[in-house]
């Protein structure tokens, strides 16, 4: 396999405690899996917008120019990535995609009102949504006859029907991975559209798809679909820039842009000017290097493949669909009388990971681990975890 001479393969922990990033600098001397960042040098177009910006001294509040230069930029690479037709005016930059789920929840539904979310979840998800006062309801995925983790659209229609106004829709999914079909968007939908409620789309993974998968805009499945949603996309995942705090809002709704058009430009100076500008270079100009990133995440999937069939009896492993997150069932592991597995693994091997129960109940005895990274990183993450593997069943 070519990727056996990556560039990536030389990255080591020392450059990467270094470069000082959070994951790396969080549990000083250990092996990090717990937070979405790339190990990854930086996309050399996005580098040198940012380089640009520095000497420009393009820090001041964001010019509308530069926003409008991102919101046609991002039009374009949503035509051109997944055919979605949306037009420059329906986008709007933010300061991130939690900062959108915010606003659709102070603009879009009651005050106090329940929110649905699928389990597990993207650990803030549960804990956002409760700070701005909604009550969260979990409704835990359940699996198909082949295994597949589905969303129990049986009973987010009860909740729907009844209080819940909300279901956060991930896609693709974090922790669990899944690209979600055409069927299954389909599905959704229609239980939305007859409770009358809304749909948040949260699609930054989006461009993280692999093999036969394709990324399939909740919005474009049905005007319905498109009348009911707001979706929140960003670069900050695939080029791997969240601390540069630029996401976009797609508002496909006419009721949710007069709500949202009073909203518009605060929320829009929360972008910062720097990541719209990296932001836009990205969309724009950072698709080879988008290539072979997804190329070496899938080697590292192989990896992943065949050390989970070998080692991890039990893990339940599923191949990443989208996204760089692999979602494991640990109860495998026995942690002796810690607190968590992630505490026992932390202790024991010097690996952290995401506790699943951050996730929702339905996540307890799950780890979630971040697998863009170094590909003899992974491998020494996996073998420090192999021993404690116990399962045989
Ligand atoms: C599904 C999902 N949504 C949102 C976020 C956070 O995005 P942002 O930093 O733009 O708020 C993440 C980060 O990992 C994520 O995985």
Redesign the pocket.
């Known amino acids: 396999m070519s990727a056996a001479t990556h560039p990536f393969d030389q990255i080591t922990p020392e450059w990467l405690e270094g470069r000082g990033s959070m994951k790396w600098t969080r549990f000083p001397g250990t092996l990090p899996g717990f937070v979405?960042e790339m190990d990854f040098p930086l996309a050399p177009p996005v580098k040198k917008a940012l380089q640009t910006s520095v000497d420009s001294e393009q820090f001041g509040y964001l010019p509308q120019p530069v926003a409008n230069k991102m919101k046609q930029t991002t039009s374009d690479y949503l035509a051109r990535t997944h055919g979605w037709s949306v037009e420059p005016s329906q986008i709007h930059p933010t300061g991130?995609?939690?900062q959108a789920y915010e606003i659709a929840l102070r603009k879009l539904v009651t005050p106090g009102s329940p929110v649905v979310i699928p389990t597990p979840a993207?650990m803030p998800f549960l804990t956002l949504t409760t700070m701005v006062d909604h009550p969260v309801i979990e409704v835990p995925m359940v699996a198909d006859d082949s295994g597949r983790p589905q969303m129990d659209l049986e009973a987010i229609a009860t909740h729907l029907e009844g209080e819940a106004e909300m279901v956060v829709l991930?896609n693709p999914h974090?922790p669990l991975g899944l690209v979600y079909t055409d069927a299954e968007l389909r599905a959704l939908s229609e239980v939305v559209e007859k409770a009358g409620a809304v749909v948040f789309s949260?699609e930054?993974?989006a461009p993280l798809v692999f093999g036969t998968h394709r990324h399939i805009p909740y919005a474009t499945v049905s005007e319905h679909a498109a009348e009911h949603s707001i979706t929140a996309i960003?670069a900050?995942?695939a080029w791997n820039l969240?601390g540069l705090k630029c996401?976009q809002l797609v508002v496909t709704s006419s009721r949710h842009k007069e709500l949202l058009d009073p909203v518009a430009f605060i929320v829009s100076q929360s972008a910062a000017t720097p990541g719209v500008l990296a932001t836009t270079a990205a969309y724009r100009d950072g698709g080879a290097w988008l290539d072979d990133v997804r190329e070496y995440l899938s080697g590292n999937f192989d990896l992943l493949d065949q050390f989970t069939a070998d080692h991890f009896p039990g893990s339940g492993y599923r191949r990443p669909e989208g996204t760089y997150i692999v979602w494991l069932d640990a109860r495998g592991i026995d942690i002796q009388g810690a607190e968590s597995p992630t505490e026992f693994l932390r202790e024991h091997t010097g690996v952290s990971l995401t506790d699943g129960a951050r996730c929702g109940e339905a996540g307890k005895g799950h780890l979630r681990l971040i697998a863009a990274t170094p590909r003899p990183i992974l491998q020494e993450i996996l073998e420090r975890i192999a021993p404690y593997w116990q399962r045989t069943n």
């Open positions: 979405a991130d995609v939690l993207y991930c974090n949260d930054i993974h960003s900050s995942k969240p996401a």
